[in-house]
């Protein structure tokens, strides 16, 4: 019991809150028929689309109930202090188009009685897209809401958080490409945790495509008490290549300067001591100025 192990050293000799990340949706069953399903344009066909990551659709009763036992398995073996729902908590604007959510939709709609609607009708009217999209980020959000009761059923008291893609802060119409929403996800959780990962989205300028996410933020009423900036150690995109240790830490230093205090960073390869633990110690700790005692 690995995670089990390390969460109790964690909470009773750092004395820190553990938090559980998992996967809400991507776990990796063979079973094409409990997978998210997606139209494709192309060929007018349902598939399961090759370049999202593989995830059970919440609709499908035998996926939800795997989901639910993983979830309630973690919380007899370990014990936490929070649970972070990951990224995989999406739905692109083509799904799922399988005819269980269709049928959720349509009696979100109160239209039960009429014949199901398809993915394409719904995208040719704009009210009705508006309306799959709210109710898709709606039904991840009522998912979550259960699989954290289910925790706090074995654990009591558990904060709750959920990652949350950069692009739907920046750009409000991509809510519709992801089913997420900064508002939504603010009084749905204790904590967002907001990937500020410049690199993982290609930014042109990085440091300008931060200052605008953090701007975006910072416009939301209380939004910085809740959302945590979630900082990139590592550029994906590059096998190996590493972001320096001194501009993460410069960019702490001016999230703080703008009253964000609430940030980390992944992942953290202690082997090879990345980032530099002499260098960020300074802007990542309460201990320092501005926050020292």
């Known amino acids: 019991d690995l995670f089990g192990?390390?969460?109790?050293?964690?909470?009773t000799r750092a004395g820190v809150r553990v938090f559980a990340w998992l996967p809400v949706m991507a776990f990796d069953i063979p079973d094409q028929r409990l997978l998210v399903t997606s139209w494709d344009p192309a060929g007018n066909t349902l598939r399961v689309d090759p370049h999202q990551p593989r995830r059970?659709?919440?609709?499908?009763p035998e996926a939800r109930r795997i989901i639910t036992e993983i979830y309630a398995d973690l919380s007899r073996h370990a014990t936490f202090g929070g649970i972070l729902f990951s990224d995989d908590a999406l739905l692109s604007d083509f799904e799922d188009a399988a005819p269980e959510p269709l049928g959720g939709f349509a009696r979100f709609l109160g239209r039960q009685s009429e014949a199901t609607l398809t993915v394409p009708q719904i995208r040719a009217d704009p009210e009705l897209f508006a309306q799959w999209s709210r109710y898709k980020s709606r039904f991840l959000i009522e998912l979550t809401d259960e699989l954290h009761r289910i925790v706090e059923s074995y654990q009591g008291s558990v904060l709750s958080a959920r990652n949350l893609f950069a692009l739907p802060v920046l750009q409000p119409e991509?809510?519709?490409w992801f089913a997420q929403d900064?508002?939504?996800f603010l009084d749905a959780y204790d904590q967002v945790a907001l990937m500020a990962m410049p690199y993982m989205e290609a930014a042109e300028?990085?440091?300008e495509w931060l200052q605008q996410l953090l701007n975006a933020v910072a416009a939301v009423d209380g939004a910085l008490d809740q959302v945590v900036f979630e900082f990139q150690s590592v550029d994906w995109r590059t096998p190996g290549k590493r972001v320096p240790s001194d501009e993460l830490a410069a960019t702490m230093?001016?999230?703080q300067r703008s009253n964000a205090i609430h940030f980390g960073y992944y992942p953290d390869d202690f082997h090879n001591n990345h980032p530099?633990?002499?260098i960020i110690h300074p802007a990542f700790s309460l201990q320092w100025y501005p926050f020292e005692q």
């Open 5 to 11: 192990r390390a969460a109790w050293q964690l909470r």
């Open 56 to 60: 059970l659709s919440p609709w499908n």
């Open 174 to 176: 991509a809510s519709t």
């Open 182 to 184: 900064l508002s939504e």
């Open 205 to 207: 300028h990085p440091s």
């Open 253 to 255: 230093r001016r999230f």
């Open 276 to 278: 530099d633990a002499t």
